[in-house]
């Protein structure tokens, strides 16, 4: 079988991890960084944990902290004009996918000609350049963004948020450490903790799935399917925050090399639209598109839902299958999921631009992954289905 595998060069992961930056940045040959965050790291004080040990190793850094969740080409665009003159020589993202997809599409615009806007990397392009060398270092668990060569930017002029993918978006390096994520509030960890489990699963199930991807995705599955409402319901619960923090990042390690398929697919759209956070409006599709594709690939399926301790090991795949549907809609009700609706989008609204969300799910390429291959028609039923 022929196959490529893509994953950072280095990764330091485990309690306390961030506080071995400056030792890892110096193993890299690297000490100007600039570390792109978001205010509420600032706020929160986070950045002290990535900062102190800067300062005690004697690193000169600076900071872009003008960042925005669910990141807008705008936002990159003035990250490169701030960046442009800088004496850096790499980039630390610190924070969740927002920060870290902001610091990855900034340094792809900084080996650019000048003036060159995000949309021209938007896939089916190939973004295999950038400026810096990249170290992630997530504070949700989360997107796994710190272990893919993935981004996504919202272009503003269209409300199209863009997927962009290469080696140019791949950090070079990453930092786990679940210790910064305890402070994570409930609805971001059920909506980060749905996402991760649906990026294992939809690797574990993509048409482009491998057997690497698959041992990856197996792992992920299981740790998060074990610690998905623990986490959720006891925040302080450190062996569920470390078992979700490795999960997602193993999950993003899956999804880089396996793809995602229809749930992300048709998630995008709902966020650029209408302002749902990525792993919310993931979670509102994931049961419904589940139940839609599950005849298509019964046994990985099966075998996903007795992985995550959905279903028995002696199941058989259908009766697996069924409780892994049944799982999910559980799952979104204990973990407060709304439906579109319920989110407060005017039912006009959602219905007036099921056509296009359809068709920019299409564009995505994410549904050709899928095991049931959809067409406009089944999408939009499917956004119909979910309202
Ligand atoms: P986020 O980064 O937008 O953060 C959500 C909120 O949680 C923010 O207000 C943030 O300040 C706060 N927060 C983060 N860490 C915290 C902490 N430790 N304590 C308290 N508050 C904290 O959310 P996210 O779900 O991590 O990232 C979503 C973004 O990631 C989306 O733009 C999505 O498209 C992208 N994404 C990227 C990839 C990829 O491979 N690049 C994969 C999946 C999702």
Redesign the pocket.
């Known amino acids: 079988m022929d196959m490529s595998f893509f994953a950072p060069r280095y990764m330091d992961i485990g309690a306390g991890a961030a506080s071995r930056i400056a030792v890892m940045l110096g193993r890299l040959g690297l000490n100007r960084p600039l570390i792109v965050t978001?205010p509420?790291?600032v706020k929160?004080g986070?950045i002290a944990r990535v900062t102190e040990p800067l300062d005690r190793a004697g690193m000169v850094y600076t900071v872009f902290s003008e960042t925005v969740?669910?990141?807008v080409d705008r936002v990159i665009e003035a990250g490169v004009r701030f960046a442009a003159d800088l004496d850096i020589d790499c980039i630390v993202a610190f924070?969740?996918?927002?920060?870290i997809?902001t610091a990855k599409a900034i340094n792809i615009l900084l080996a650019a000609p000048e003036g060159t806007r995000m949309r021209t990397f938007k896939v089916p392009v190939v973004a295999d350049t950038a400026a810096l060398p990249l170290i992630a270092v997530p504070?949700?668990a989360?997107?796994?963004?710190e272990a893919?060569r993935?981004?996504?930017i919202t272009d503003t002029e269209t409300d199209e948020?863009m997927l962009i993918g290469g080696l140019g978006a791949l950090p070079l390096a990453a930092i786990v450490d679940f210790e910064?994520?305890m402070?994570?509030?409930a609805r971001?960890t059920a909506?980060?903790g749905i996402?991760a489990f649906t990026h294992a699963l939809e690797a574990f199930v993509s048409r482009r799935a491998n057997p690497v991807s698959d041992s990856y995705a197996r792992a992920a599955l299981g740790l998060i399917g074990a610690n998905l409402r623990a986490v959720y319901h006891e925040p302080d619960n450190v062996a569920a925050r470390e078992a979700m923090m490795l999960g997602a990042t193993l999950a993003?390690l899956a999804f880089s090399n396996a793809s995602v398929a229809l749930v992300h697919g048709m998630s995008r759209p709902i966020?650029a639209h209408f302002h749902v956070?990525?792993?919310l409006s993931n979670a509102m599709l994931l049961p419904a598109v589940t139940r839609y594709s599950l005849h298509a690939a019964l046994p990985r399926y099966a075998e996903a839902a007795r992985i995550a301790g959905f279903a028995e090991p002696e199941d058989a795949d259908q009766l697996a299958g069924a409780k892994l549907v049944d799982e999910l809609d559980t799952i979104n009700f204990d973990l407060g999921v709304p439906t579109p609706e319920a989110f407060g989008i005017r039912r006009d609204d959602w219905y007036g631009r099921r056509a296009v969300m359809a068709d920019q799910a299409l564009a995505s390429g994410s549904p050709a992954n899928n095991p049931a291959v959809p067409d406009a028609a089944a999408i939009i039923g499917l956004y119909e289905a979910i309202y």
């Open positions: 978001d509420m790291m929160l986070l969740p669910e990141p924070g969740g996918g927002s920060p997809d504070t949700t989360g997107t796994g963004s893919t993935f981004t996504v948020k910064l994520s402070s994570v509030p971001t909506d980060t996402d993003g966020g956070p990525h792993g």
